[in-house]
């Protein structure tokens, strides 16, 4: 019996994960994907009082258990080959329980497996905050944060899309400059989608602060854009950009 029910608790983990990894962006219906490592960046405070990357001359940004060279002069990198800062899953909500703080919303995917997404108040809401039972919602986790063995799996969310408009895609990553090929742009870490602004676009910070003269470089990003190139990477002109804070640290 114990055996079953490790071999059916492990089936369910794998089969989540495989909905989690489908793709690399999320429409307002809930289908696509994206990861994340914390990473601390060198930040310098701005007359302005935002903080912006320091150049230190080092391409190596980094934190306590993951080191990522960001792709420099000369060096060879392969679309594919880079891991998203973060990964979602999405479904349809059947549950909201409050849990000393924290808000439990259990999903079913369209295969009717189950997942809880697990809010915070520090959670961010690109659209709206409320949303009910039968609602589609899309949450993007850390995948680097330790996760408990448990059935249905938990995932802390750092982003969640609740209804959406349906003529928009989402995409959450870090982003950071590129070469000449692609000036203007800002690439997703896993190197399959850049978006570039225009007068139209919305930039602001997680709080909704403006954030139109601060710095995007190394960047964690919800990018919200409509129309889309077929090239890889995927291009897209940005609706509205939301920066997440996070804890910045300079280089040892």
Same mark, same amino acid.
């Given at each position: 019996?114990? $055996?079953?029910? @490790?071999?059916?608790?492990?089936? =369910?983990?794998?089969?989540?994960?495989?909905?989690?990894?489908?793709?690399? =962006? +999320?429409?307002?219906?809930?289908?696509?994907?994206?990861? #994340?490592?914390?990473?601390?960046?060198?930040? %310098?405070?701005?007359?302005?009082?935002?903080?912006?990357?320091?150049?230190?001359?080092?391409?190596?940004? !980094?934190?306590?258990?993951?080191?990522?060279?960001?792709?420099?002069?000369?060096?060879?990198?392969?679309?594919?080959? #880079?891991?998203?800062?973060? !990964?979602? +899953?999405?479904? /349809?909500?059947?549950? *909201? #329980?409050?849990?000393? =703080?924290?808000?439990?919303?259990?999903?079913?995917?369209?295969?009717? /497996?189950?997942? +809880?997404?697990?809010?915070?108040?520090?959670? %961010?809401?690109?659209?709206?905050?409320?949303?009910?039972?039968?609602?589609? +919602?899309?949450?993007?986790?850390?995948?680097?944060?330790?996760?408990?063995?448990?059935?249905?799996?938990?995932?802390? *969310?750092?982003? @969640?899309?609740?209804?959406?408009?349906?003529? %928009?895609?989402? &995409?959450?990553? &870090?982003?950071?400059?590129?070469?000449?090929?692609?000036?203007?742009?800002? @690439?997703?870490?896993?190197?399959?989608?850049?978006? /570039?602004?225009?007068?139209?676009?919305?930039?602001?910070?997680?709080?909704?602060?403006?954030?139109?003269?601060? #710095?995007? /470089?190394? &960047?964690?990003? %919800?990018?919200?854009?409509?129309?889309?190139? $077929?090239?890889?990477?995927? &291009?897209?002109?940005?609706? $509205?950009?939301?920066?997440? !804070?996070?804890?910045?640290?300079?280089?040892?």
């Amino acid at each position: 019996m114990k $055996k079953t029910m @490790l071999l059916l608790l492990a089936a =369910g983990l794998i089969a989540m994960t495989a909905v989690a990894c489908a793709g690399t =962006g +999320v429409t307002a219906d809930g289908a696509g994907a994206a990861y #994340e490592p914390e990473i601390d960046i060198p930040v %310098v405070e701005t007359d302005d009082g935002y903080e912006e990357i320091a150049d230190d001359g080092s391409d190596i940004i !980094f934190d306590d258990d993951v080191n990522i060279v960001l792709p420099g002069e000369g060096e060879d990198f392969n679309i594919g080959d #880079e891991i998203a800062h973060y !990964f979602f +899953v999405t479904g /349809n909500v059947v549950s *909201i #329980e409050e849990f000393d =703080g924290y808000t439990h919303v259990t999903i079913e995917d369209t295969n009717g /497996n189950p997942a +809880v997404l697990v809010l915070s108040e520090d959670t %961010v809401f690109p659209f709206a905050e409320d949303f009910e039972i039968g609602d589609t +919602v899309t949450g993007w986790y850390q995948t680097d944060m330790p996760m408990i063995m448990i059935w249905p799996p938990q995932y802390n *969310i750092a982003v @969640l899309a609740a209804g959406a408009p349906e003529d %928009v895609v989402i &995409r959450v990553d &870090r982003f950071h400059s590129w070469d000449e090929s692609m000036e203007g742009y800002m @690439l997703s870490q896993d190197l399959m989608f850049a978006f /570039n602004t225009d007068e139209n676009t919305e930039i602001v910070l997680a709080d909704g602060q403006d954030f139109s003269d601060g #710095e995007l /470089n190394g &960047r964690r990003i %919800v990018v919200i854009y409509g129309m889309s190139t $077929k090239s890889l990477p995927e &291009r897209a002109t940005a609706q $509205k950009l939301i920066v997440l !804070f996070e804890s910045i640290m300079p280089l040892a």
